[in-house]
């Protein structure tokens, strides 16, 4: 028993989880690495848990691979684990984001799947998996499902994952072409900071200019948000400051923030162009095509 009435199910494989998972769906909760979940229950939120399905062994849900520009993280891989993988070196955005999150103490127990079943709109992971375009798998005992990690949440702390699902895998492809990616987050200080607002990007060039641009941001809106009009801004233009100061202007214009006890809704507006617009210009340094003010 943990706590006054919740017992822990501690399955021996995925299948025999899922099958708990079915028995006990409305009164029971995947525990992970227990860094939101614990502090839910504690809290005295979470009242209808009766039952924590202890998913945190198991073998299925560790993948850490990629295979032809193919990248596979199960569900239950740490943010260490992505933060520090060799093989996630190049992906700077995800890599960045893991690196950013909470202290050595959580990203040692928090998981991937726990961020994004979370659904905090500050969630570290969003950004870059969605501009990654990256894919969730669902699973419960009668059926498998993917879902694009972006039509995940439906708001802050709900998701379209069902009482008798797991989310097993997280999937995505690599692009094909050189890619500059990058991850900022502003929070009100340097550590175990939960992000004020938060910016990824991946962008390729051709010719001088940007080609291909996806960003998103977290924190600024009930759900991490694909940032479409900065996109559509940049996108077939070339890398100057005068460009990169409208992108910020549309950046804070586009994004939907609310004031709460860590920054209000005009800073984190403010702090959104700002960080949008230092990515812009980093991977056009990085690229080695910015123009500089004539
Ligand atoms: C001090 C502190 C600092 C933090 N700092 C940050 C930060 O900087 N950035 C940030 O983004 N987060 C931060 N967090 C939040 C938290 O650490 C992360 O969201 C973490 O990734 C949650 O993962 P977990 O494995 O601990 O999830 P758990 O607490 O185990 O689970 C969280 C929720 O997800 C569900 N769940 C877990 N795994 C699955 C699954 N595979 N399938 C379906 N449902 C599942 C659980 O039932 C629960 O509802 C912080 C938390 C603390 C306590």
Redesign the pocket.
Known sequence: MIGKKIEALIPCDLEDGLTLLQKYASDC???????????LLKSGLGRHVKYLLD?SHLAE?TSLEVECLHVRLG??IT?NAIATSQLLEDIACLRLAAE????PQ?RN???L???L??A?P????YPPLIVLGARATLQSHRSRREVLVEDLPTGPGSTV?QPD????DVDFEIPSQPFYSGYLKIGLRNS????VASAALVATFANGRFEEVRLACGAVAPTAMRMKGVENLVMGEQPSPELFREAAHVASTECDPISDIRASRRYRRHVTGVIVSRLLAEASRLAGVERGDD
């Open positions: 909760a995947p525990l992970a690495g227990g860094t939101d979940l614990v502090v998913i849900l569900s239950i943010h950013s999150i909470g202290s959580i127990m928090g998981t799947g726990g961020n079943a979370n905090s500050a969630a570290d992971l994952i699902e797991i989310l097993t175990l900071a939960i992000s």
